[in-house]
């Protein structure tokens, strides 16, 4: 199957990053996210003001953490996070579409104490790797801003407030967070993914990947390479704000196959509605036709369980 090369644009979101300022700029940058989500819901943002010494110091922690013997890593699988749903999955733990997928990883999510809603409460972290705590969580509450002052573009795009997101879906966030280490696939293996064909559940996903590309999306036009561009994030819309917007933003199914012959290692970050919150589509709705994927009632929570539940079959049953 012929893939093409990436044609995603490059958005600097900077003047998104300063409340009320720059009005033209950011009306301007609210244009092209707008057009990259109708297109096919992928482009890459640069001018995040992520320090690079954050993304240095978790990558280097998480590749120490890769490199322990799995026995070691067992020790915070994801059968110790409870209803929590937070640890570490061995190659072939996660199934995507029902079907394995060739990468280990781990879980996890905003830092909260213990308590009775699933996919809450506190993260593991390995007592071999400490340094990886301090870079997960300080990452986590920078990407959330991040991801906060993207949603107000996306906000703008919509001909909303821009606080919109941020005093609804968002003011109280459902913050998940992956890291997935990828050993190659075998050139000769067509059926073999990193990760199979899928959307993403919620409203926004932010992904670091590293220097070894592997990540591919289908588009209109075909499937297309989102090859690593530096100090960028791929940013793509979910099934949540396809909803919201009647199928106006799409979110788009992707792929990875990692045939660089290296090891590979990706950080995506997701950024969805409330868990109490409800998804209807928006006052303004165009009325563009919606395909059923995800025409759901009820809260977003739910929906998220309906969908983990056939990820991490065997880890559901408990909770």
Same mark, same amino acid.
């Given at each position: 199957?012929?893939?093409?090369?990436?044609?995603?644009?490059?958005?600097?979101?900077?003047?998104?990053?300063?409340?009320?300022?720059?009005?033209?700029?950011?009306?301007?940058?609210?244009?092209?996210?707008?057009?990259?989500?109708?297109?096919?819901?992928?482009?890459?943002?640069?001018?995040?003001?992520?320090?690079?010494?954050?993304?240095?110091?978790?990558?280097?922690?998480?590749?120490?953490?890769?490199? $322990?013997?799995?026995?070691?890593? #067992?020790?915070?699988?994801?059968? /110790?996070?409870? &209803?929590? *749903?937070?640890?570490?999955? +061995? %190659?072939?733990?996660?199934?995507?579409?029902?079907?394995?997928?060739?990468?280990?990883?781990?879980?996890?999510?905003?830092?909260?104490?213990?308590?009775?809603?699933?996919?809450?409460?506190?993260?593991?972290?390995?007592?071999?790797?400490?340094?990886?705590?301090?870079?997960?969580?300080?990452?986590?509450?920078?990407?959330?801003?991040?991801?906060?002052?993207?949603?107000?573009?996306?906000?703008?795009?919509?001909?909303?407030?821009?606080?919109?997101?941020?005093?609804?879906?968002?003011?109280?966030?459902?913050?998940?967070?992956?890291?997935?280490?990828?050993?190659?696939?075998?050139?000769?293996?067509?059926?073999?993914?990193?990760?199979?064909?899928?959307?993403?559940?919620?409203?926004?996903? $932010?992904?670091?990947?590293?220097? #070894?590309?592997?990540?591919?999306? /289908?588009?209109? &036009?075909? *499937?297309?390479?989102?090859? +690593? %561009?530096?100090?960028?994030?791929?940013?793509?819309?979910?099934?949540?704000?396809?909803?919201?917007?009647?199928?106006?933003?799409?979110?788009?199914?992707?792929?990875?196959?990692?045939?660089?012959?290296?090891?590979?290692?990706?950080?995506?970050?997701?950024?969805?509605?409330?868990?109490?919150?409800?998804?209807?589509?928006?006052?303004?709705?165009?009325?563009?036709?919606?395909?059923?994927?995800?025409?759901?009632?009820?809260?977003?929570?739910?929906?998220?369980?309906?969908?983990?539940?056939?990820?991490?079959?065997?880890?559901?049953?408990?909770?």
């Amino acid at each position: 199957m012929m893939v093409r090369m990436s044609e995603l644009p490059v958005i600097d979101v900077g003047p998104l990053l300063v409340p009320g300022g720059d009005q033209p700029g950011r009306a301007q940058v609210a244009a092209a996210i707008g057009a990259a989500c109708r297109d096919n819901g992928f482009f890459y943002v640069s001018g995040h003001g992520v320090p690079s010494e954050l993304v240095r110091r978790l990558d280097a922690a998480a590749r120490r953490f890769f490199e $322990l013997p799995e026995a070691v890593k #067992n020790e915070i699988s994801m059968e /110790r996070g409870g &209803r929590a *749903w937070r640890g570490f999955f +061995p %190659v072939g733990g996660e199934l995507t579409s029902g079907r394995p997928d060739l990468k280990e990883g781990i879980y996890f999510g905003a830092e909260e104490p213990a308590g009775t809603r699933p996919l809450h409460g506190p993260n593991l972290f390995p007592a071999q790797v400490p340094e990886l705590r301090d870079a997960v969580l300080g990452y986590l509450d920078t990407m959330t801003g991040v991801a906060q002052a993207v949603m107000s573009g996306i906000a703008l795009s919509l001909g909303l407030a821009e606080d919109y997101f941020r005093t609804g879906y968002t003011a109280d966030p459902t913050i998940l967070f992956r890291i997935f280490h990828y050993p190659p696939s075998a050139p000769d293996d067509a059926d073999t993914w990193g990760v199979g064909e899928h959307t993403d559940y919620g409203l926004l996903t $932010l992904l670091l990947q590293d220097a #070894n590309g592997g990540l591919q999306v /289908r588009t209109s &036009r075909g *499937w297309i390479e989102a090859p +690593p %561009v530096p100090d960028t994030f791929v940013c793509n819309i979910g099934d949540m704000l396809d909803k919201l917007t009647g199928g106006h933003y799409r979110s788009t199914p992707h792929r990875v196959r990692n045939l660089s012959g290296n090891e590979r290692l990706s950080y995506p970050f997701f950024f969805d509605p409330g868990w109490d919150s409800e998804v209807p589509p928006l006052p303004y709705a165009p009325g563009h036709r919606w395909d059923g994927q995800v025409d759901f009632t009820g809260t977003y929570g739910e929906y998220l369980l309906s969908k983990v539940s056939k990820v991490f079959p065997h880890l559901f049953e408990r909770l």
